[in-house]
């Protein structure tokens, strides 16, 4: 397995309180992502990073903000977390695109399944 | 802007059978084209991908997928279905004309009846 860590594993918090994930990784990958998974969406790009303070927003950004100050760690925060939040969150990491690159893919940690109360 | 289909939200094949789930896609770019896995309560496990070359792909676990540009579709395939392959499967793109960031599709879910 790739050496992706994400803390914590499970969180229950209550609405508007402010929450932060952490994704950590060793493989010294370009990209991190985070993705959050729900029922009939498949997963949704939430924010993404394409180096150290370098991030971007994906198609699901409102409501979170990211941080990557160092290589190997990427966090994301729920400033005031909404019952709409609820999900499992997964962080995943790759390299970059290039030619004659061929290690393409992205690899992801085990999830974080956070619920709003 | 990438987009990805999976038709078919579940599929049944009884064990020995040969199984297909379907993907197509979207793309500006050249495609990089992914299938993964999901077993209850874990994250993803890449399976195989295609780059360039070879239409057909061989993967983990026996999997195989054929690349076909002319129906920008990317099949996930196996000979012969185990009860053990029973799960959720993602097709994915990556797109190199669009930051570089994967999407995915839906999810099919896949149960293998013995």
């Known amino acids: 397995d790739a050496g992706i860590t994400q803390s914590p594993r499970h969180k229950v918090t209550e609405t508007g309180t402010p929450v932060t994930l952490r994704c950590h990784q060793t493989?010294?990958?370009?990209?991190m992502y985070w993705y959050r998974q729900d029922p009939g969406h498949g997963l949704r790009l939430i924010h993404y990073s394409y180096g150290v303070k370098d991030t971007d927003k994906g198609e699901v950004s409102d409501g979170y903000s990211v941080s990557r100050s160092k290589t190997e760690d990427f966090l994301l925060t729920l400033e005031s977390a909404t019952s709409s939040q609820t999900s499992v969150y997964f962080c995943?990491?790759?390299?970059?695109?290039?030619?004659?690159?061929?290690?393409?893919?992205?690899?992801f940690g085990q999830g974080t399944r956070l619920t709003v109360v | 802007a990438q987009s990805v289909a999976q038709p078919e939200d579940q599929v049944n094949v009884a064990e020995g059978n040969p199984l297909t789930v379907k993907c197509t896609y979207s793309?500006?770019?050249?495609?990089?084209l992914f299938w993964y896995v999901q077993y209850p309560n874990r994250g993803l496990q890449f399976l195989l991908k295609y780059i360039t070359g070879d239409n057909l792909v061989k993967g983990s676990y026996g999997f195989e997928a054929e690349f076909n540009k002319s129906q920008t579709s990317f099949h996930l395939k196996k000979p012969s279905a185990l009860v053990s392959d029973s799960a959720l499967y993602f097709c994915?793109?990556?797109?190199?004309?669009?930051?570089?960031?994967?999407?995915f599709g839906p999810g099919t879910r896949l149960s293998v009846l013995p």
């Open positions: 994915a793109v990556r797109d190199d004309n669009y930051g570089q960031n994967f999407v």
């Open positions: 793309v500006s770019g050249n495609p990089y």
């Open positions: 493989e010294n990958h370009r990209y």
């Open positions: 995943a990491i790759s390299e970059s695109l290039g030619l004659g690159r061929t290690n393409t893919e992205a690899f």
